[in-house]
Nanobody
């Protein structure tokens, strides 16, 4: 049984930082591309960032480029999202997801077969 568990969310002031983690079990972690998605209140879920199974290729949504950094530790079956210079518009539930497909030009939810329950990030102004 595949388990995807996010952690690290919380309440932070604008301009602050948070580091999200996602631990995966039940699959061969380094066979999968991993991604972060988020859903803000009243909005559709959107892709934030994705990283290839080897960790040597990444994708970022324009809204987070230069502020967020995705990384992975295949030895620990863990995905990370370092979020700096947070803005109130970053407030959302953040989800971790796994896919056998990697695209460095877009994030499509349909490509991701395994999802976590999410961790809440709230940025106050």
């Amino acid at each position: 049984q595949v388990q995807v568990v996010e952690s690290g969310g919380g309440l932070v002031q604008a301009g602050g930082s948070l580091r999200l983690s996602c631990t995966v079990s039940g699959l061969t972690f380094d066979d999968y591309a991993m991604a972060w998605f988020r859903r803000a209140p009243g909005k559709e879920r959107e892709g934030v960032s994705c990283i290839k199974w080897s960790g040597d290729n990444t994708y970022y949504a324009d809204s987070v480029k230069g502020r967020f950094t995705i990384s992975r530790d295949n030895a620990k079956n863990t995905l990370y999202l370092e979020m700096n210079n947070l803005k109130p518009e970053d407030t959302a539930m953040y989800y971790c997801a796994a896919s056998v497909v990697y695209k460095n030009y877009q994030l499509s939810q349909a490509d991701f077969g395994y999802w976590g329950q999410g961790t809440q990030v709230t940025v106050s102004s």
